[in-house]
């Protein structure tokens, strides 16, 4: 089940993704009134070099935090961004979806 697309910006990629208003955040687990909670994800990055998983198909473990009102991507996030060498303007899109010890998929397509 898709849980949000995003189209990135400078601020996602350098500070932390922020989850779009529209994100269905009912499949992530509650944060029962901790800052943040742990998502282990399968990253699959899809560019003009072919498919990829980061890192080697292995989950990596995403750090959902409340920053300001709002849900943002912290750590993990920001070293697979770093890894993919992902910009501004390049899509993401998650996913809850069981697979190989993981919670949830993330596709990241880079458009540049």
């Known amino acids: 089940m898709e849980i949000f697309t995003k189209q990135?910006?400078?601020i996602d990629i350098e500070r932390g993704l922020v989850l779009p208003p529209d994100?269905?955040?009912?499949?992530?687990?509650?944060?029962?009134?901790a800052r943040t909670?742990?998502?282990?994800?399968?990253?699959?990055?899809?560019?003009?070099a072919g498919i990829t998983t980061l890192p080697g198909g292995e989950?990596?473990?995403i750090h959902c935090s409340t920053r300001s009102g709002n849900l943002a991507f912290?750590?993990?996030?920001?070293?697979?961004?770093r890894c993919a060498g992902l910009g501004s303007g390049?899509?993401?899109?998650?996913?809850?979806?069981?697979?190989g010890g993981a919670q949830?998929?993330?596709?990241v397509r880079s458009v540049g």
């Open 8 to 10: 990135l910006t400078s």
């Open 23 to 33: 994100s269905k955040l009912e499949s992530l687990p509650p944060f029962h009134g």
């Open 37 to 48: 909670i742990e998502l282990s994800t399968m990253v699959v990055v899809q560019s003009a």
């Open 59 to 61: 989950p990596v473990t």
């Open 74 to 81: 912290t750590r993990g996030w920001l070293d697979i961004a």
């Open 90 to 99: 390049d899509i993401v899109t998650f996913y809850q979806e069981v697979n």
């Open 104 to 107: 949830y998929k993330m596709i």
